[in-house]
């Protein structure tokens, strides 16, 4: 079998977005408390991740509400304080799994062509990147605003194909850690699949992927059996 491209989700595959989160809006409580805000540092970062279960973890607004929520208004300093901390804590903690950088660039001088599909909006999804110095490793990167439609829908991973060029699905791969959004919607259109285990955070038991991996090092593996079947 021929593979020809490897796509990847970007959270929780290629960087530990949700131990980075949860670094972040540590820094955000505290420094807020510091400013002022009359609440535990523990009880201020239960409320925030509280707002994300309700409007998404891509909140961009999500210290506003939560001092509108909790003040009626938004306290500029304490506002300041916790972005300001938020993003020295991100920059900080947003890395690569372990071995993300050795595995891309052993895929690459394998030949194989690289992208991401994400469902974080684009200046998000390309911002992760460049942090984490991911950027020059991929070909495409397709984020939400490319179809503004989220997996598991076909439409990400149909385009993120279209823009590699590549005909056949079968000659690719999808490699993520949310079994029911990059497992699913990559096996709908004929992708195979790996799934990303040492990312889930949700204790899934079965991934319903072609592949499952511990670590991303262990990719290199699948690729070999499926570069040496005759499927």
Do not use: C
Not at 143 to 164: G, I, M, N, W
Request: charged content about 30%.
């Amino acid at each position: 079998m021929k593979i020809e491209a490897i796509v990847f989700d970007l959270d929780n595959t290629l960087v530990d977005f949700m131990r980075m989160k949860r670094e972040a809006v540590r820094a955000a409580a505290e420094a807020m408390v510091g400013a002022g805000l009359r609440m535990s540092p523990d009880e201020v970062y239960d409320e925030i991740f509280k707002i994300y279960e309700r409007e998404g973890i891509e909140d961009q607004r999500v210290f506003n509400k939560l001092l509108e929520k909790l003040l009626g208004k938004v306290d500029w300093h304490i506002l300041a304080a916790g972005i300001v901390a938020y993003r020295k804590a991100k920059e900080a903690n947003l890395r690569p799994y372990p071995y993300v950088k050795t595995l891309l660039v052993n895929l690459l001088k394998r030949g194989y062509k690289l992208a991401v599909v994400s469902d974080a909006p684009r200046l998000q999804a390309w911002t992760r990147l460049v942090e984490s110095s991911l950027d020059p490793f991929f070909e495409v990167v397709v984020a939400y605003e490319d179809t503004f439609e989220r997996k598991p829908s076909e439409a990400p991973f149909r385009k993120v194909l279209e823009l590699l060029k590549i005909d056949n699905p079968r000659n690719s791969l999808m490699v993520g850690d949310w079994a029911e959004r990059d497992v699913v919607g990559a096996k709908s259109i004929g992708m195979i699949t790996v799934f990303a285990r040492y990312g889930d955070t949700f204790g899934t038991v079965n991934s319903g992927a072609d592949y499952e991996i511990n670590e991303p090092l262990e990719l290199l593996d699948v690729l070999d059996k499926l570069e040496n079947s005759k499927v």
